[in-house]
């Protein structure tokens, strides 16, 4: 495998935005410049961090592997790095050597939104077109447990370059591309019906969620799956980044209040209605005990259309605790374990949303998600 000290990053593959360059080994940094072009033409992939500058920009090296998080949005997490490096190491390369340029040449042109990435490293792979979600739920725990699986290959092509902790397959279905989520090692099997469950009662909530089905499955309630939401009609990537990314901040530790990602909200889209639309989704996420809400759970895409910003349809919402425990990944107003209708509205105040719209959302919430997910909150 031929080492990279740089890589191009480009949009759609069809323009090209600049280059990251490898400065320093240890500890790992690189640089970030866009193209000349894309200066005249092009805009800001990071707003606050990656400004549209004739600089070059250094990322912190203490952060996302010494790269910008905009960037780091395209490498796979927990579960799709359980995959590259398993591929690498089938392939008699050591995982600890390959370092972010390189994984990110790996993800190429597959990852989510509009990056890409040149020159992209292929490997040999081995796919069935023949689709068996059951057998491929069950693969996803081979995986996990045995050293050499013969599903490899084929669950490394259908989703090594998804993010999630969660095992997951990227498939058309009537020319649709749908992503669906098998359960982990710790899930229970019907954590499908659950999260699809969950989509539902969001969706009566007014929180604005992308197309969801509940797939068949002869071991299980079902799978879940989600319409792929980082795809135009034309079936062009759509720029998209996290809340992590655009705030240069780790998604691995608790550091965002609510306050943060309305504000943050408020400022990149100046928009009324999408702030709106993070609130819904804050007393969603409160009311139905989903406390993995970290960072990099909340996105922002991009309309070259008309240079806007807007929240993107929500995405991972089930029951769940964070990684310290039955605590909020993100406070609500200071307050991570017990949150109510006493933090929201004082959330509501410190961003200046009227205070009798604030408390019936919540409520209307409230009401909706203790009638719609009695079973799973009992």
């Known amino acids: 495998m031929i080492k990279l000290n740089e890589i191009e ?101 597959l990852g989510m939104g509009a990056l890409t990435y040149s020159p992209m490293l292929e490997f040999d792979i081995e796919g069935n077109n023949n ?53 982990s090692l710790l899930d229970k099997p019907e954590i499908g019906k659950q999260e699809y469950d969950y989509s539902i009662c969001a969706k009566k909530c007014g929180v604005d969620m992308p197309k969801t089905r509940l797939f068949s499955s002869v071991i299980s309630k079902g799978h879940f799956g989600v319409k792929r939401f980082d795809r135009d009609i034309n079936n062009k990537g759509i720029h998209m980044i996290t809340a992590s990314a ?40 409160i009311f139905a005990h989903n406390r993995d809400d970290h960072s990099k759970n909340f996105s922002f895409i991009y309309n070259r259309k008309d240079n806007s910003w807007k929240l993107s349809p929500a995405y991972d919402l089930i029951y769940s605790n964070s990684s310290i425990g039955k605590e909020h990944a993100t406070l609500v107003n200071g307050n991570s374990k017990n949150p109510g209708i006493k933090e929201i509205l004082e959330v509501a105040k410190k961003i200046n949303l009227d205070i009798e719209y604030a ?20």
């Not at 259908?158 to 990227?170: A, D, Q, V």
């Not at 655009?246 to 999408?274: C, Q």
Request: aromatic residues 12%; glycine residues 6%.
């Open 131 to 183: 689709i068996d979600l059951d057998k491929l739920s069950l693969s996803c725990k081979e995986i996990i447990t045995v050293d050499d699986s013969e599903y490899l290959d084929e669950l490394y092509k259908l989703g090594g370059f998804l993010g999630g902790s969660k095992p997951k397959i990227l498939i058309k279905v009537d020319e649709e591309e749908w992503i669906i989520k098998f359960p």
């Open 246 to 285: 655009l705030l240069e901040v780790s998604h691995k530790f608790p550091n965002l209040d609510y306050i943060d990602l309305l504000k943050l909200t408020k400022e990149l889209t100046l928009s009324e209605e999408e702030t709106k639309k993070m609130f819904k989704l804050m007393c969603f996420n």
């Open 9 to 109: 990053v480009w949009f759609n593959n069809k323009k090209k935005i600049g280059i990251i360059k490898k400065v320093n080994q240890r500890p790992y940094t690189t640089s970030f410049r866009y193209d000349k072009q894309w200066l005249k033409n092009g805009f800001s992939i990071s707003p606050f961090s990656l400004p549209l500058e004739d600089k070059e920009f250094i990322a912190n090296p203490f952060l996302f592997d010494g790269i910008f998080g905009v960037f780091a949005d395209s490498l796979p997490d927990s579960w799709g790095r359980l995959l590259e490096n398993e591929m690498l190491r089938s392939a008699g390369i050591d995982p600890g050597e390959i370092d972010p340029i390189n994984r990110l040449s790996m993800i190429g042109e």
């Open 359 to 378: 408390e019936n959302i919540a409520l209307n919430i409230k009401r909706a998600v203790e009638r719609e997910l009695k079973e799973y909150l009992s």
